[in-house]
């Protein structure tokens, strides 16, 4: 097992978890536009130390959810802005560039400190 990616969680706005119901999560470093922090889910720590693939596993506080798409601009918003959408609908094409898509599977609560992981 190989750390791909990494970061914990330290705020979450007021409106992140409306994404939710579109079974979506957003997060953003904190240097987030005022606009956006909102309906982010706020990390400081951002550690990205290879290329994220489909097949790659996101953990978030140990739950385990398969990677199944990646948009194109995944791995570079990530490194530059630490700012994607994470979608858990299971979708085998990446329609969206800045969205990684994982497999259709509840999403767990996440909180301030939950740390968010991506292995190989």
Do not use: R, W
Not at 6 to 24: R, S
Not at 40 to 66: A, R, V, W
């Amino acid at each position: 097992m190989t750390t791909v990616y990494k970061t914990i969680i330290q705020d979450i706005g007021k409106n992140a978890g409306d994404f939710l119901e579109y079974k979506m999560i957003v997060i953003f470093k904190d240097n987030a536009p005022q606009e956006l922090k909102d309906y982010c889910y706020i990390h400081h720590f951002n550690k990205l130390d290879s290329t994220i693939k489909e097949g790659n596993t996101l953990l978030i506080d140990g739950e385990e959810y398969k990677v199944t798409a990646v948009g194109s601009l995944v791995n570079e918003n990530l490194k530059e802005l630490g700012h994607i959408t994470f979608k858990f609908s299971g979708e085998t094409e990446a329609e969206v560039p800045g969205t990684l898509y994982l497999e259709d599977k509840e999403i767990g609560n996440i909180s301030i400190e939950s740390v968010l992981e991506i292995i190989e």
